[in-house]
């Protein structure tokens, strides 16, 4: 399994001329996966060897703008490039709670039709990653609002005496969230490698005695 990392944006704040905000991808075995997507990351995207079209999963850190404010265009973009397909596996997004509504919010308003489809899978936070005065629980937002055609996805709590969020798995790779403190409440990914067994060369060692 090979992994290479292309940094789009390591700005903060906002973006400039030469540095764009928030962005990072993995390309693993022809999937790209985006963590971050501060604005400007499909014009950086464009001006990289990378293609948008093969990004599977994207991963938001936290809610700062400089870190997501470019989301709902780059869904745009890509549903541009996109034909209809009601086969295609959904495009997996991470985020801290809230993001959900954001985007619907953002679809929404703009009359934004996606040709793919896309499930947001939410972090609850504990109230411990950031102040207390900046705590802000979104977990009654859009109750009953989101209509049945709204974007799947899953609600992901931190089990009692784990210090991460299981969020994918597969044969080569788990995924885990963990909680930083920040500001607001902000999220680490993790990805671990599984244990892959040896090859060993029977013939060859007889050979050898």
């Excluded at 490039?81 to 919010?105: C, E, H, M, T």
């Amino acid at each position: 399994m090979s992994l290479e990392i292309t940094f789009l944006g390591t700005g903060s704040a906002y973006p400039s001329p030469a540095r764009g905000a928030s962005a990072l991808v993995l390309r693993r075995e022809g999937q790209c996966w985006l963590f971050d997507c501060g604005e400007g990351t499909q014009t950086q995207l464009m001006r990289s060897h990378l293609r948008a079209a093969r990004i599977t999963k994207i991963f938001i850190t936290h809610l700062h703008g400089d870190h997501f404010f470019g989301l709902p265009g780059l869904l745009c973009t890509l549903s541009l490039q996109s034909n209809p397909d009601p086969n295609k596996a959904p495009v997996d997004i991470y985020g801290p709670l809230g993001l959900r509504s954001f985007l619907w919010r953002s679809l929404e308003l703009s009359h934004s039709q996606l040709l793919f489809p896309y499930a947001v899978h939410e972090l609850v936070p504990t109230q411990d990653q950031c102040p207390a005065e900046e705590f802000k629980d979104f977990s009654g937002w859009d109750r009953g609002e989101v209509p049945p055609q709204g974007p799947p996805g899953r609600v992901v709590h931190l089990d009692p005496g784990e210090d991460s969020y299981l969020l994918a798995e597969d044969e080569q790779l788990v995924v885990r969230a963990f909680r930083l403190f920040h500001r607001v409440p902000s999220f680490g990914f993790v990805l671990e490698e599984k244990p892959r067994p040896g090859k060993l060369n029977v013939q060859r060692l007889k050979d050898l005695g």
